[in-house]
């Protein structure tokens, strides 16, 4: 499993571990959970690293990704494209039989409207955002990989995904370092487009209908989000905040001239993807997966604000607690998150 130690690939182990699968993780920082780690970096030329992990698994996953630095398209492209073909590569050399592959909403085409789409919408993605754009080159990669082998390979398409423990490495990802968590508790007005719908989804719901698809080998692509869609208003609620309507493109210039200032983190491309997506029609992972969602759309954005209001956090390096001085401290010797460079 690349990506074993993030938020999803948390989740992912978990599940598997209490239906007495092997789990091997393939991550950069190993740590967290009690299974068989192997050190590579997906951005960067692992061939051989990987097919030795891989040779002898019934199946491979595929969650690696990576959100920061923004302001490095060409690092995110290596190792969102670039490791997604760096591993299709590799399970074709070491002959695995199944490859479970994490998409997402952000790979399909914009919504002509909110009649709930299934997963024979296109996916060709939103333009102006670098995260739609590489998930949609992934997508492009798997179709290829398809057409020459005989490899199986299952597709999750889903909307946001929450648990409580990925609360600071999120913060991490969207929040500038000097903004302490705390401040998510004391938020007095929401400024957000009245239109706004969201799909949220628990990570150990995605989990489960991981686990589904490697035990019954069920190809295809299978959306996945918690039931009922939810407004900008529900998100005001469960702030306990009161909704001002600003409307998208107004969110967008703010949020462009922010990122362009490094004032903040998230691209614009973010907005226009929130504005944008279809609505998840989940049918197929129901009846062929007989999957069903543990948690309600509103326990997840409640769980999730939670989580980020307290930093928690998880075992792993990726899911290491959130702190200001920590923040600063990185920032002063790497740069601000959404520009640093790796080592």
Same mark, same amino acid.
């Given at each position: 499993?690349?990506?074993?130690?993030?938020?999803?690939?948390?989740?992912?182990?978990?599940?598997?571990?209490?239906?007495?699968?092997?789990v091997?993780?393939?991550?950069?920082?190993?740590?967290?959970?009690?299974?068989?780690?192997?050190?590579?970096?997906?951005?960067?030329?692992?061939?051989?690293? *990987?097919v030795?992990?891989?040779?002898?698994?019934?199946?491979?996953?595929?969650?690696?990704?990576g959100?920061?630095?923004?302001?490095?398209?060409?690092?995110?492209?290596?190792?969102?494209?670039?490791?997604?073909?760096?591993?299709?590569d590799?399970v074709?050399?070491?002959?695995?039989?199944?490859?479970?592959?994490?998409?997402?909403?952000?790979?399909?085409?914009?919504?002509?409207?909110?009649?709930?789409?299934?997963?024979?919408?296109?996916?060709?993605?939103?333009?102006?955002?670098?995260?739609?754009?590489?998930?949609?080159?992934?997508?492009? *990669?798997?179709?290829?990989?398809?057409?020459?082998s005989?490899t199986?390979?299952t597709?999750?398409?889903p909307?946001?995904?929450?648990?409580?423990?990925?609360?600071?490495?999120?913060?991490?990802?969207?929040?500038?370092?000097?903004?302490p968590?705390?401040?998510?508790?004391?938020?007095?007005?929401?400024?957000?487009?009245?239109?706004?719908? *969201?799909?949220?989804?628990?990570a150990?719901?995605?989990?489960?209908?991981?686990?589904?698809?490697?035990?019954?080998?069920?190809?295809?692509?299978?959306?996945? @989000?918690a039931?009922p869609?939810?407004?900008?208003?529900?998100?005001?609620?469960?702030?306990?905040?009161?909704?001002?309507?600003?409307?998208?493109?107004?969110?967008?210039?703010?949020?462009?001239?922010?990122?362009? @200032?490094?004032?903040?983190?998230v691209?614009?491309?973010?907005?226009?993807?929130?504005a944008?997506v279809?609505?998840?029609?989940t049918?197929? @992972?129901?009846s062929?997966?007989?999957?069903?969602?543990?948690?309600?759309?509103?326990?997840?954005?409640a769980?999730?604000?939670?989580? *980020?209001?307290?930093?928690?956090?998880?075992?792993?390096p990726?899911?290491?607690p959130?702190?200001v001085?920590?923040?600063?401290?990185?920032?002063?010797?790497?740069?601000?998150?959404?520009?640093?460079?790796?080592?």
């Amino acid at each position: 499993m690349t990506g074993a130690s993030g938020n999803v690939g948390s989740a992912v182990v978990r599940r598997l571990r209490r239906a007495g699968h092997d789990v091997v993780g393939v991550v950069r920082r190993p740590g967290g959970q009690p299974i068989d780690w192997v050190v590579a970096d997906l951005s960067r030329d692992c061939h051989q690293v *990987l097919v030795d992990a891989f040779r002898g698994a019934d199946a491979v996953v595929h969650l690696a990704w990576g959100f920061q630095p923004t302001h490095r398209p060409d690092y995110l492209e290596s190792l969102g494209v670039g490791g997604t073909r760096r591993m299709l590569d590799a399970v074709s050399e070491a002959g695995v039989r199944h490859v479970v592959h994490q998409s997402s909403i952000g790979a399909y085409a914009p919504r002509r409207d909110r009649a709930p789409v299934a997963e024979d919408w296109p996916t060709t993605g939103i333009s102006s955002s670098p995260y739609s754009r590489h998930k949609v080159a992934a997508e492009r *990669l798997l179709d290829a990989f398809e057409a020459r082998s005989e490899t199986i390979v299952t597709r999750m398409r889903p909307g946001i995904i929450g648990q409580s423990s990925a609360g600071s490495a999120q913060l991490r990802y969207f929040l500038p370092t000097v903004v302490p968590a705390a401040v998510l508790r004391r938020v007095p007005v929401l400024p957000l487009d009245r239109d706004l719908t *969201l799909q949220v989804v628990h990570a150990d719901d995605v989990a489960e209908a991981i686990a589904r698809a490697l035990e019954s080998e069920a190809p295809g692509p299978f959306n996945l @989000a918690a039931d009922p869609v939810l407004s900008r208003d529900d998100v005001a609620t469960a702030l306990d905040a009161v909704p001002l309507h600003v409307p998208m493109p107004v969110l967008r210039a703010v949020a462009d001239l922010s990122w362009r @200032a490094r004032l903040q983190g998230v691209d614009p491309g973010w907005v226009d993807l929130a504005a944008t997506v279809p609505i998840l029609d989940t049918s197929r @992972a129901r009846s062929v997966l007989g999957w069903a969602p543990a948690h309600t759309a509103p326990s997840v954005l409640a769980e999730m604000i939670e989580g *980020l209001a307290a930093a928690d956090h998880g075992p792993s390096p990726v899911l290491r607690p959130r702190t200001v001085l920590d923040g600063v401290r990185r920032a002063w010797r790497r740069g601000p998150v959404a520009q640093r460079r790796r080592p």
